[in-house]
């Protein structure tokens, strides 16, 4: 098989409120520095067991696939730690440690890091001040606390926006409106900054289109579009302290079902504290794909919707959505389902539609997979659909899983950005995402329309 050589962008690349915590814990422990050379490793692991072995091991498995491979990220020493498990680590790419300050810039709505990317308090601001620029057509809703605020620890309120032409009974938290409704989140893993970008310039696409562009206009007469510009706002606060060397911090910021810090050093430098929210949820939970290891990228928490980002997400998503299939994982969803939710994540220009936990395929497979073609083909020849263990390697308790499996909505992973080439990874450079939204708002306005009626055709 001929391999094909990854060029790697990582850090160092040139209002309702549902949930409220009682409890008081310590501050969380600062994120690790991540000091020293990053490896990525080529490792042989076919689709099936072989990669579900992989990925139970706690290893840093990238979204990437090149025929019979996977690539694990991390320093020099996880080669001994691939040998150790029974695999074979070839050294795919070695990049350097950067040498920028960590740092942010400007204020308020322009507060940004590395380059370009907005931060916490930006995208906060940004809300506020769509919905005052904009008050016929937004509203910013406050949906959860993160687990830092629920501690007395600082962290942050969980926020969306509704957008839509206000009418009597809009952007309401009842599951039962007269509009469909299409749903976007981004950074539910907190490394992949692209999302949150994306959302930032889908929100300003739709409130700034709103009366000159014909297709927004009609688009918002009609709908509801909801955006969670960042889902896990901790993990966020943990990359962003980087500034302009973003750390690659994937999960919340819980600490308390492990170390308050977990080896980094010499085992690993990018072995961190915190719960993989995307395997958190009350899907299949605990089944393939994640670990019981509470440094591990993938650890699913004590037990399934352990996570107030979890809980808030899910709370969130009944009062938006009717449930409209049955208990029986074989129930298809009633056809005149409305809606549609769309997570955002980098980076490997696929389309990941229902089941994510088996290869078996959903009880609404055709419709779902013929939408997951149609927006791959809006994004260019390089996209890719299908579920994640024809692409990549199945994992239970995701948000994927949990949307469809419950309400019977259709939800698609957008995998955006890849390892090849440049504009690349986790971190691409901020210029890059000029070309991310080229492809990715022609996916957004046709998840759009399609809400009103995705499985009539």
């Known amino acids: 098989m001929k391999q094909r050589r990854l060029s790697l962008a990582l850090a160092g690349a040139a209002s309702v409120a549902f949930l409220v915590g009682t409890s008081v814990a310590a501050p969380p422990p600062p994120a690790p520095a991540q000091e020293g050379q990053t490896y990525v490793y080529r490792v042989p692991a076919p689709l099936g067991q072989k ?39 070839t050294v795919e790419q070695v990049m350097a440690p950067s040498t920028f300050a960590p740092t942010t810039k400007g204020h308020g709505v322009n507060e940004t890091y590395y380059g370009g990317y907005r931060t916490i308090k930006a995208h906060y601001a940004h809300l506020d ?65 692209t999302t949150g970008d994306m959302a930032w310039r889908w929100i300003d696409h739709l409130t700034q289109g709103y009366g000159k562009d014909s297709e927004v206009t009609s688009l918002l007469d009609t709908t509801e579009v909801w955006v969670v510009p960042i889902a896990n706002p901790d993990g966020v606060q943990i990359v962003q302290s980087g500034g302009d060397t973003p750390k690659l911090q994937r999960k919340n910021a819980n600490y308390t079902n492990g170390p308050k810090e977990c080896p980094t050093s010499e085992q690993d430098p990018y072995a961190q ?5 995307n395997r958190n949820f009350d899907a299949q939970w605990g089944d393939n794909g994640t670990s019981s290891d509470p440094c591990s990228q993938v650890y699913r928490g004590p037990k399934a919707d352990s996570e107030v980002e979890t809980r808030a997400l899910e709370k969130f998503f009944r009062a938006l959505y009717p449930d409209t299939r049955g208990p029986g994982l074989n129930d298809p969803a009633d ?7 769309i997570t955002m994540h980098a980076a490997l220009n696929v389309v990941l539609l229902p089941w994510g936990y088996t290869t078996t395929p959903s009880p609404n497979d055709g419709p779902l997979r013929a939408m997951a073609k149609d927006m791959a083909q809006l994004a260019g020849p390089d996209w890719r659909y299908g579920q994640p263990g024809e692409l990549l390697y199945t994992a239970g308790g995701s948000i994927d899983d949990w949307v469809y499996g419950e309400l019977g909505v259709p939800h698609y992973t957008w995998e ?33 329309r399609k809400a009103a009626n995705p499985y009539g055709g």
């Open 51 to 89: 990669a579900q072995d992989l990925l139970a091991r706690g290893f840093d498995v990238l979204e990437q696939r090149d025929g019979d491979d996977l690539f694990v990220l991390g320093s020099k020493d996880v080669h001994t730690k691939l040998a150790a498990a029974g695999f074979t680590g």
């Open 273 to 277: 504290i915190g719960i993989d929210v």
């Open 416 to 448: 955006i950005g890849n390892w090849e080439g440049t504009c690349v990874g986790f971190t691409p450079e901020y210029a890059c995402q000029d070309g991310h939204w080229a492809k990715v708002k022609p996916m957004l306005t046709y998840a759009a």
């Open 335 to 341: 056809p005149k389902t409305r809606g549609m939710v």
């Open 129 to 193: 001040q769509v919905a005052l620029r904009y008050a016929r057509l937004a509203t910013v809703v406050d949906y959860g606390d993160s687990w830092r605020r629920t501690q007395g620890a600082g962290g942050h309120d969980l926020k969306a926006i509704c957008i839509t032409r206000k009418s009597p009974g809009d952007c309401k938290l009842t599951p039962n409106v007269r509009k469909p409704r299409l749903f976007v989140s981004a950074q539910i893993h907190a490394r992949e900054i």
